[in-house]
């Protein structure tokens, strides 16, 4: 199976939302409400943001927000803060008892 | 509050065989009802999910690396390993361990071991 799609790149100003999305397939992300999300911060862990689409850990702002429609999931990110910088990937369960990635997504604060 | 610390040689030679071990603390791999699993990264590179291990034994992996790729788990130590047979170059990554309380996600992740192939 492929890894899922993300956009290499997204950006926005202090304040602003931005929206990251993460495609899948029939057999992933649109047949499972499993999706996940993760920020990286530069030589540090990935750190676990959103599961289960929508749901947030304790600890992880409200700023951040998952949703999903069919094949494609998407992160929001509102009120962009200078911190948010970071990588963030998207995984989905999937048949098999597997787990695909997203390509990762570079988001800039300007 | 769990905690997952990675260890095993820096540096391989190709065509060897890789091993990673996994050592939980905060929490029980025998009790707590989670898979965990193992992902690398790339340098520059995205995350790749490599596999997951159960208390039982019970494992789970990834197309890509199914065939090259053994987890397993030793409850009496806490801890569980990750076996990579006959590595290249390609290879080379920063490898993770996690809890995997399948499928919500990947909710507590290691620190990361950076493993170098190259003879």
């Known amino acids: 199976q492929s890894a899922l799609t993300q956009p290499p790149s997204a950006s926005g100003s202090p304040g602003q939302s931005v929206t990251i999305s993460c495609t899948g397939t029939s057999s992933d992300v649109g047949a499972y409400n499993y999706v996940s999300w993760y920020q990286q911060r530069p030589g540090k862990a990935p750190k676990f943001i959103i599961h289960e689409v929508t749901k947030r850990p304790s600890g992880v702002p409200d700023r951040f927000s998952g949703s999903k429609s069919g094949n494609t999931a998407s992160l929001t990110v509102s009120g962009l803060q200078a911190e948010d910088e970071a990588d963030y990937y998207c995984s989905s369960y999937a048949a098999g008892n597997n787990l695909l990635f997203g390509g990762g997504t570079k988001l800039t604060v300007l | 509050q769990v905690q997952l610390q990675e260890s095993g040689p820096g540096l391989v030679k190709p065509s060897q065989t890789l091993t990673l071990t996994c050592t939980v603390s905060g929490g029980s791999i025998s009790r707590d009802s989670y898979y965990w699993s193992w992902i690398r990264q790339p340098a520059g590179k995205g995350l790749e999910w490599i596999g997951r291990v159960y208390a039982s034994g019970s494992n789970g992996y990834s197309p890509s690396f199914r065939g090259r790729v053994t987890i397993s788990v030793d409850t009496s130590k806490n801890q569980f390993s990750l076996k990579f047979s006959s590595v290249t170059a390609s290879d080379t990554a920063v490898y993770y361990c996690?809890?995997?309380?399948?499928?919500?996600?990947?909710?507590?992740w290691g620190q990361g071991t950076l493993v170098t192939v190259s003879s």
């Open positions: 996690a809890r995997d309380p399948i499928p919500r996600g990947l909710d507590s």
